[in-house]
């Protein structure tokens, strides 16, 4: 597999993106180290039960959707009173220093054979600078992909006591015809007492391969929540992970995913509790129609320190479609006896009794199945702090729903 | 060497006798099983020609395919080195016919079987030949009235000669395939007693059908076949392994059990089993279901160093049942790694799994369940329920679900639970009297109960006192 990927990358191209982002030389070398890496690399790990694998990465032929230095795209920045917002080469001249610090401290740059990539060839980095106690709100980058490949990298930094509220919206424009692959990876930091909430409302074009990693670090008191739409793409694999490393540290996952078509979304979201009397949320509520299938896995990990810990996690799937499937593990690790743990998962069609109720107060069966639908989002919905965020998902829903 | 190679090929059974009790070091030398070893077994059954084949491409399956590794959170199989299974064997041929007394037994099952309270004669029951002709015995009286119905229920052995062509359909062919999984092709090898039951056409056997466990009896029972043929419309509640831990001189089970429930009918399995914990528990478990039967799986599994077990259930027809219900406990050093699979594959069929775990002094349980819902099996539903609970830190409790659902029509739903035991319930407790490990026992109860409820109350009561004794931690 890597052979066919390394056939058309090179350390000159490597070189070249470094340069045109004016990177200093540590970050050159790492972005070398993940190239060679990806000789030695394995795909991302993916769900097996007997007889399956539940999401075939290897099918990708990364040799025609990768094309490194074309990294065409519009990149929109919109910050907030007290808060960096910067791009990569602009983030390096101002706080070199703090990126060198965290860089690769959170998401490990060789993780797999596909966060090597991205490591090696990311050019539309953002990084996102909340000093401390500063309180920040709607702090927005959106990017849309105007080249075959894009590799994003987004760096968040909330020092002690500081807050903020973050949207990435990913889009796809025009300028390109056929398959075009996107991959990004996100890194926060929270420290102690900080709240960062970060929010991604995934809406590529449906012949777009996605691979995602998001991985924060809570500190004591800190607050990591994570919101994750995905819509658009042919084939999603995300994974949205926090490591609650600090006493009382705290995190929620939200996920929403609607999939039609010919979709694929395999979706993670993964807690580790690592100190005392954290607590973990994870809520995902996911559509599937026609022939679309999610994976899903979640994982509560409460390790051996980790004394009084609350953890609960619910996923719920809709089918509407008999051509749809919807695979779940949801996963509980426990290691720490002093431990409040719950999962649920459901899987099932709009519910019979509800649309009887709703047919006999004069709706039409079509428009009652989509208020339903609709319905089943609000709890997910609710959590997004972002009123664009909130706001375009809940007009994206409908928008399929009526398609 | 080659002198050895020889006397394997001898036919003379004298020969061979000789041969185990010489030649121990030779088979020891050996890697891994080989064919003779198989033929060896096979001719010391003097089984029919087919059998010998199908332990042969079993031996052949098992040499191929790969150990179960890679799995996340897997027990650690390392010490289950494939490379000695001979060896492992070959002791326990020579002590064919079990433990001469109940002195014999290792000490720390002699002192469960104190504990439990299980009368004399049972003990002896266990232990010896003369005690094994005693439950004979039993088998024997309860045998005539069912035999009047047409009922079958003997050793695996005696009916590979006496029923072969309901062995011969259905031995490891559609069931449980050797290719199933690793130790299901090793137990297809070199499988060796087990119970044949087979329930006739609208036939119930009102009384539960119980196979006691047989201590080292047949030399190889570690591997024991269990066959159960449940036709249209019949009933029948088979029970293994009462309270009793079963002793193995090996450190290596693999059993395997394959039962067919015919259309409407209804079998209950329910195992109660304590192994001695040197013990790998690598037992593959199915049951096939016809239009409108109903599989119950109710076990408790409580002994061995690791257990890798998920008794598993294809609905096959239309309306179809399954219910599984499990409990599992362990203590210092065990891995019970358990659960159940269920293959929805017909429209209307129904499953429920309810599992209970029980994880103190560092030992580890875990729940891994795979549900399957076919495309096509419509308005089926399914529900899992796990609940976890934990004593102390130095346990580990997961719950691995799988849900694979390629069905809309369907209903789902899965949920686990795990905490600690309660503080304020052991408060409770206390202030009305009761001393820690009392209030413990007690809470711990009230957690099984939904299990217990299930079996027949001496069974029952030996599984609360199997709890009971390994909460005291009087059992090593």
Same mark, same amino acid.
């Given at each position: 597999?890597?052979?066919?990927?390394?056939?058309?990358?090179?350390?000159?191209?490597?070189?070249?993106?470094?340069?045109?982002?004016?990177?200093?030389?540590?970050? #050159?070398?790492?972005?070398?180290?993940?190239?060679?890496?990806?000789?030695?690399?394995?795909?991302?790990?993916?769900?097996?039960?007997?007889?399956?694998?539940?999401?075939?990465?290897?099918?990708?032929?990364?040799?025609?959707?990768?094309?490194?230095?074309?990294?065409?795209?519009?990149?929109?920045?919109?910050?907030?009173?007290?808060?960096?917002?910067?791009?990569?080469?602009?983030?390096?001249?101002?706080?070199?220093?703090?990126?060198?610090? +965290?860089?690769?401290?959170?998401?490990?740059?060789?993780?797999?054979?596909?966060?090597?990539?991205?490591?090696?060839?990311?050019?539309?980095?953002?990084?996102?600078?909340?000093?401390? &106690?500063?309180?920040?709100?709607?702090?927005?980058?959106?990017?849309?992909?105007?080249?075959?490949?894009?590799?994003?990298?987004?760096?968040?930094?909330?020092?002690?006591?500081?807050?903020?509220?973050?949207?990435?919206?990913?889009?796809?424009?025009?300028?390109?015809?056929?398959?075009?692959?996107?991959?990004?990876?996100?890194?926060?930091?929270?420290?102690?007492?900080?709240?960062?909430?970060?929010?991604?409302?995934?809406?590529?074009?449906?012949?777009?391969?996605?691979?995602?990693?998001?991985? &924060?670090?809570?500190?004591?008191?800190?607050?990591?929540?994570?919101?994750?739409?995905?819509?658009?793409?042919? #084939?999603?694999?995300?994974?949205?992970?926090?490591?609650?490393?600090?006493?009382?540290?705290?995190?929620?996952?939200?996920?929403?995913?609607?999939?039609?078509?010919?979709? +694929?979304?395999?979706?993670?979201?993964?807690?580790?509790?690592?100190?005392?009397?954290?607590?973990?949320?994870?809520?995902?509520?996911?559509?599937?129609?026609?022939?679309?299938?999610?994976?899903?896995?979640?994982?509560?990990?409460?390790?051996?320190?980790?004394?009084?810990?609350?953890?609960?996690?619910?996923?719920?799937?809709?089918?509407?479609?008999?051509?749809?499937?919807?695979?779940?593990?949801?996963?509980?690790?426990?290691?720490? +006896?002093?431990?409040?743990?719950?999962?649920?998962?459901?899987?099932?069609?709009?519910?019979?009794?509800?649309?009887?109720?709703?047919?006999?107060?004069?709706?039409?069966?079509?428009?009652?199945?989509?208020?339903?639908?609709?319905?089943?989002?609000?709890?997910?919905?609710?959590?997004?702090?972002?009123?664009?965020?909130?706001?375009?998902?809940?007009?994206?829903?409908?928008?399929?729903?009526?398609? | 060497?080659?002198?050895?190679?020889?006397?394997?090929?001898?036919?003379?059974?004298?020969?061979?006798?000789?041969?185990?009790?010489?030649?121990?070091?030779?088979?020891?030398?050996?890697?891994?099983?080989?064919?003779?070893?198989?033929?060896?077994?096979?001719?010391?059954?003097?089984?029919?020609?087919?059998?010998?084949?199908?332990?042969?491409?079993?031996?052949?399956?098992?040499?191929?395919?790969?150990?179960?590794?890679?799995?996340?959170?897997?027990?650690?199989?390392?010490?289950?080195?494939?490379?000695?299974?001979?060896?492992?064997?070959?002791?326990?041929?020579?002590?064919?016919?079990g433990?001469?007394?109940?002195?014999?037994?290792?000490?720390?099952?002699?002192?469960t079987f104190?504990?439990l309270g299980i009368p004399e004669a049972e003990k002896n029951a266990l232990s010896?030949v003369g005690a094994q002709y005693e439950s004979e015995i039993v088998y024997q009286n309860m045998q005539e009235r069912w035999e009047e119905k047409g009922v079958i229920f003997c050793d695996m052995d005696k009916a590979v000669q006496e029923h072969e062509d309901l062995v011969k359909e259905h031995f490891m062919t559609k069931c449980v395939?050797?290719?199933? /999984?690793?130790?299901?092709?090793?137990?297809?090898?070199?499988w060796s007693g087990g119970s044949f039951v087979y329930i006739p056409e609208d036939t119930t056997v009102e009384m539960p059908v119980q196979a006691y466990f047989r201590m080292?009896s047949e030399?190889?029972g570690?591997?024991e076949h269990t066959l159960i043929i449940a036709e249209d419309n019949s009933e029948v509640h088979y029970i293994e392994g009462c309270s009793a831990p079963k002793?193995?001189?090996?450190?290596?089970h693999?059993g395997g059990v394959e039962v067919f429930v015919g259309e409407n009918a209804h079998v209950q399995y329910s195992t109660v089993q304590n192994w001695?914990?040197?013990?790998?528990n690598?037992n593959t478990k199915r049951a096939i279901c016809e239009a409108d039967g109903t599989m119950e799986w109710v076990s408790g599994s409580m002994g061995?160093?690791?257990?890798?077990l998920y008794p598993s259930t294809v609905l096959k027809g239309p309306g179809a049942t399954d219910n599984h219900i499990t409990i599992a406990m362990?203590?210092?050093?065990?891995?019970?790694?358990t659960g159940a699979k269920v293959y929805h594959n017909a429209?209307e069929t129904k499953s429920t799994i309810e599992s209970k775990?029980?994880?103190?002094?560092?030992?580890?349980? /875990?729940?891994? *369940?795979?549900?399957?819902?076919?495309?096509?099996?419509?308005?089926s539903s399914t529900s899992v329920e796990?609940?976890?609970?934990?004593?102390?830190?130095?346990?580990?409790?997961?719950?691995?679900?799988?849900?694979?659902?390629?069905?809309?029509?369907?209903?789902?739903?899965?949920?686990?639970?795990?905490?600690?035991?309660?503080?304020?319930?052991?408060?409770?407790?206390?202030?009305? *009297?009761?001393?820690?490990?009392?209030?413990?026992?007690?809470?711990?109860a009230g957690f099984i109960e939904p299990i217990t409820e299930e079996l027949p109350i001496e069974y029952a009561v030996e599984l609360n006192r199997l709890i009971e004794?390994?909460?005291?931690?009087?059992?090593?």
């Amino acid at each position: 597999m890597s052979t066919q990927v390394h056939a058309t990358l090179s350390e000159d191209q490597v070189e070249q993106i470094s340069e045109d982002l004016d990177e200093p030389e540590w970050l #050159l070398e790492t972005r070398l180290e993940a190239l060679a890496a990806l000789e030695d690399l394995e795909m991302p790990e993916v769900i097996q039960t007997p007889g399956r694998k539940w999401t075939n990465l290897d099918a990708l032929d990364y040799e025609t959707l990768v094309d490194p230095l074309d990294y065409a795209q519009e990149k929109d920045r919109i910050d907030a009173e007290g808060v960096d917002v910067l791009s990569w080469s602009d983030a390096l001249d101002e706080h070199g220093d703090l990126i060198e610090d +965290h860089f690769g401290s959170v998401v490990d740059p060789q993780r797999d054979y596909l966060t090597a990539l991205s490591t090696a060839l990311f050019s539309a980095g953002t990084v996102v600078y909340v000093p401390e &106690g500063v309180d920040a709100e709607d702090v927005k980058i959106r990017t849309t992909m105007n080249s075959q490949s894009l590799f994003n990298y987004t760096l968040v930094v909330a020092e002690e006591s500081a807050s903020v509220t973050i949207l990435e919206r990913q889009t796809t424009g025009d300028d390109v015809d056929g398959d075009r692959y996107y991959s990004g990876v996100v890194e926060a930091v929270t420290g102690e007492n900080a709240y960062v909430q970060y929010g991604t409302l995934q809406n590529l074009s449906e012949e777009s391969y996605n691979y995602q990693v998001k991985r &924060g670090h809570a500190d004591t008191y800190g607050t990591i929540n994570w919101i994750e739409g995905n819509i658009g793409s042919r #084939l999603t694999k995300s994974s949205v992970e926090t490591r609650l490393l600090g006493d009382s540290s705290e995190s929620q996952i939200v996920g929403a995913f609607f999939g039609h078509d010919d979709q +694929h979304f395999d979706i993670a979201a993964r807690v580790w509790h690592e100190a005392e009397h954290t607590v973990a949320d994870l809520v995902t509520r996911g559509v599937l129609d026609d022939a679309a299938r999610s994976v899903y896995e979640g994982v509560q990990d409460v390790g051996r320190e980790a004394w009084d810990t609350s953890s609960y996690q619910r996923e719920n799937t809709l089918m509407l479609s008999d051509e749809s499937e919807a695979d779940a593990s949801p996963k509980l690790i426990i290691n720490n +006896h002093d431990t409040e743990a719950s999962h649920s998962a459901t899987v099932g069609q709009v519910d019979a009794e509800d649309m009887f109720y709703m047919t006999s107060r004069g709706v039409n069966p079509e428009r009652a199945k989509n208020m339903l639908v609709e319905g089943f989002f609000v709890p997910v919905l609710e959590e997004v702090e972002v009123d664009e965020l909130r706001e375009d998902l809940d007009d994206l829903i409908y928008e399929r729903l009526r398609q | 060497m080659s002198s050895d190679q020889d006397h394997l090929k001898e036919t003379d059974t004298e020969a061979r006798f000789e041969f185990k009790k010489e030649e121990k070091s030779a088979f020891e030398a050996e890697k891994g099983l080989t064919e003779e070893t198989v033929r060896v077994i096979s001719e010391d059954k003097d089984e029919p020609e087919w059998m010998l084949q199908r332990r042969l491409r079993a031996l052949k399956q098992f040499q191929e395919m790969p150990m179960p590794e890679g799995w996340p959170g897997a027990p650690d199989l390392s010490e289950v080195d494939i490379e000695d299974i001979v060896p492992y064997i070959r002791p326990d041929i020579e002590t064919r016919g079990g433990a001469e007394s109940w002195e014999d037994l290792p000490e720390e099952i002699q002192d469960t079987f104190d504990k439990l309270g299980i009368p004399e004669a049972e003990k002896n029951a266990l232990s010896g030949v003369g005690a094994q002709y005693e439950s004979e015995i039993v088998y024997q009286n309860m045998q005539e009235r069912w035999e009047e119905k047409g009922v079958i229920f003997c050793d695996m052995d005696k009916a590979v000669q006496e029923h072969e062509d309901l062995v011969k359909e259905h031995f490891m062919t559609k069931c449980v395939p050797p290719s199933d /999984n690793k130790f299901a092709a090793l137990h297809g090898a070199v499988w060796s007693g087990g119970s044949f039951v087979y329930i006739p056409e609208d036939t119930t056997v009102e009384m539960p059908v119980q196979a006691y466990f047989r201590m080292n009896s047949e030399g190889m029972g570690q591997f024991e076949h269990t066959l159960i043929i449940a036709e249209d419309n019949s009933e029948v509640h088979y029970i293994e392994g009462c309270s009793a831990p079963k002793y193995s001189a090996f450190n290596l089970h693999s059993g395997g059990v394959e039962v067919f429930v015919g259309e409407n009918a209804h079998v209950q399995y329910s195992t109660v089993q304590n192994w001695s914990k040197n013990t790998y528990n690598l037992n593959t478990k199915r049951a096939i279901c016809e239009a409108d039967g109903t599989m119950e799986w109710v076990s408790g599994s409580m002994g061995s160093k690791a257990t890798m077990l998920y008794p598993s259930t294809v609905l096959k027809g239309p309306g179809a049942t399954d219910n599984h219900i499990t409990i599992a406990m362990a203590g210092e050093g065990q891995d019970i790694d358990t659960g159940a699979k269920v293959y929805h594959n017909a429209p209307e069929t129904k499953s429920t799994i309810e599992s209970k775990s029980i994880a103190k002094d560092g030992g580890r349980t /875990n729940y891994r *369940g795979l549900v399957h819902i076919a495309d096509g099996a419509e308005n089926s539903s399914t529900s899992v329920e796990c609940d976890a609970l934990m004593f102390d830190n130095e346990s580990t409790s997961d719950t691995m679900p799988y849900m694979e659902i390629q069905e809309s029509k369907v209903d789902v739903a899965h949920e686990a639970t795990v905490g600690k035991i309660g503080d304020e319930d052991v408060f409770y407790l206390q202030s009305r *009297g009761l001393d820690d490990d009392d209030a413990k026992q007690m809470i711990v109860a009230g957690f099984i109960e939904p299990i217990t409820e299930e079996l027949p109350i001496e069974y029952a009561v030996e599984l609360n006192r199997l709890i009971e004794l390994e909460m005291e931690g009087s059992l090593g």
